[in-house]
């Protein structure tokens, strides 16, 4: 069902995606928080044991050929984002109802990518399209920032957990 096409903006398309992905964490046992306010880096909170982690969520609808189309750029445009803004992407393709959990090391490091295809309908080659060894990648909710950061830094090698 296309229960997302009757958001008005993509504000409140965004507020819902964050609910969706705030859902999913909670029913794998984590603690989710959010932020009061627009102020931070971040859209979501994290915790498991001694562990927090910073999350940003993004969305995307837009099909390119054979995948989506995702911007990692702040809905003002005007500035980019940090590495040292957040720890995690959250980005959700609506129409396929699949979610890659993406360390921000690997896409702000040093490529800083602002955009890139995800493809949840092509069978899964993780070997050919880059970004989908991240397609459902829920434990590494429980990483710690620092175990993130070193596995973006390490060239690929099968498994990403």
Same mark, same amino acid.
């Given at each position: @069902? ?9 504000? $409140?398309? %965004?507020?819902?995606?964050? /609910?969706?992905? @705030?859902? !999913? =964490? ?6 989710? /928080?959010? +932020?009061?306010?627009? @102020? ?5 909170? #994290?915790?498991?044991?001694? *562990? ?12 390119? %050929?054979? %995948? ?6 702040? *809905?003002?445009? #005007? ?23 993406? +360390?921000?090391? /690997?896409? /702000?490091?040093? =490529?800083?990518?602002?955009?890139? @295809?995800?493809? +949840? ?8 399209? !880059? ?20 596995? =973006?830094? $390490?060239?690929?090698?099968?498994? #990403?957990?």
């Amino acid at each position: @069902m296309d229960h997302w096409k009757k958001f008005k903006s993509l504000k $409140q398309r %965004g507020e819902w995606v964050e /609910l969706r992905f @705030m859902a !999913c =964490a909670a029913e794998r046992g984590f603690y989710v /928080l959010k +932020p009061w306010g627009e @102020m931070r880096p971040y859209d979501v909170g #994290i915790e498991y044991d001694q *562990n927090f982690l910073r999350v940003q969520v993004k969305s995307t609808t837009f099909r390119a %050929g054979t %995948g989506y189309l995702l911007h990692f750029k702040p *809905n003002d445009r #005007i500035r980019t984002y940090a590495v040292d803004d957040f720890d995690l992407f959250a980005a959700y393709v609506v129409p396929a109802d699949a979610w890659y959990i993406i +360390p921000s090391a /690997l896409v /702000l490091g040093d =490529a800083h990518t602002t955009a890139f @295809m995800l493809h +949840p309908v092509v069978p899964r080659k993780r070997d050919r399209y !880059c970004y989908e060894a991240y397609k459902e990648a829920w434990p590494l909710l429980y990483k710690s920032r620092r175990a993130l950061a070193e596995r =973006a830094r $390490q060239p690929r090698r099968g498994g #990403i957990y």
